[in-house]
């Protein structure tokens, strides 16, 4: 009976052990990143300016500069005149006829003529562009007469030009060719002594010089620029619907003829 009673006392104290473990709450352990101490996600701040930097005063300090950046290359911006007796076909391009120097022709192309009302305007032949020293003739016998009314001539690094204007749109038909024979005034048929040994032609027909009045629409007969090759200028015919400068030039030298509009010249270089 003894024996009994301890084991049943023993019994009963276990028990009671286990139900008093049993109560206690059981805290789980604590996470490794709570013993860390706590991150600064704040960014360092300079203490002072850079090495080789110059502190800045006043309102520079309080207003930094900013610094934009744009993608892409600068496109450059440039203005120029354009060249009014421009363009020129071959070798070196032809600058304005009033002696600058020559430029490059920029998005212009060789210019020909608008045909007339009557559909029977000759263009302009690409040949006559190319240097010669033979004859260059462009007939248009059915073309309205041609008031000439400027005349006008300058140097260029490589030739010398000459400017024939005329008014309205059309140019008349033209021949220019060096003189085989002495030149003379086409009414009187008095010499004309014109300086130097190549006498360049250029005949314009149907065309005038002068107003219904009679009066010259151009001032001057007679020009002597004294250009490297080109040295005189005369007016030598302005008679039955023909009219005819003489280039008085240094030498036989070749030359070439342009079209251009807007205004309406005939154009004749000579080279150097």
Request: negative net charge; charged residues 25%; aromatic residues 4%.
């Amino acid at each position: 009976m003894k024996r009994a009673g301890r084991w049943l006392s023993s019994l009963w104290l276990a028990g009671c052990l286990v139900a008093t473990g049993c109560s206690k709450k059981e805290e789980a352990p604590p996470h490794p990143a709570a013993e860390l101490p706590p991150s600064d996600d704040t960014p360092a701040q300079p203490s002072g300016p850079p090495p080789g930097t110059l502190p800045r005063e006043g309102e520079a300090a309080a207003k930094p500069p900013v610094h934009v950046v744009t993608g892409g290359p600068s496109v450059p911006v440039v203005a120029g005149a354009q060249d009014e007796d421009l363009p020129a076909p071959t070798d070196t391009p032809p600058g304005d006829e009033e002696g600058a120097p020559s430029k490059p022709p920029t998005g212009t192309g060789a210019q020909t003529p608008s045909p007339s009302n009557g559909g029977g305007y000759t263009p302009e032949d690409p040949k006559n562009r190319e240097w010669t020293s033979s004859a260059v003739d462009m007939k248009r016998q059915d073309a309205p007469r041609a008031t000439l009314s400027s005349v006008r001539a300058g140097a260029h690094p490589d030739y010398d030009r000459v400017v024939f204007e005329f008014e309205g749109t059309q140019l008349p038909g033209y021949k220019v060719e060096y003189a085989k024979e002495p030149v003379v005034q086409c009414g009187s048929g008095d010499p004309a002594a014109l300086a130097g040994k190549g006498q360049l032609q250029v005949t314009f027909t149907p065309a005038r010089a002068h107003t219904d009045q009679g009066q010259p629409t151009v001032a001057t007969r007679e020009l002597k620029p004294a250009l490297p090759v080109l040295l005189e200028l005369e007016r030598t015919c302005d008679f039955e619907g023909e009219v005819t400068w003489v280039l008085g030039n240094k030498s036989v030298q070749p030359f070439r003829v342009l079209e251009l509009r807007e205004p309406t010249r005939l154009v004749v270089d000579v080279k150097h």
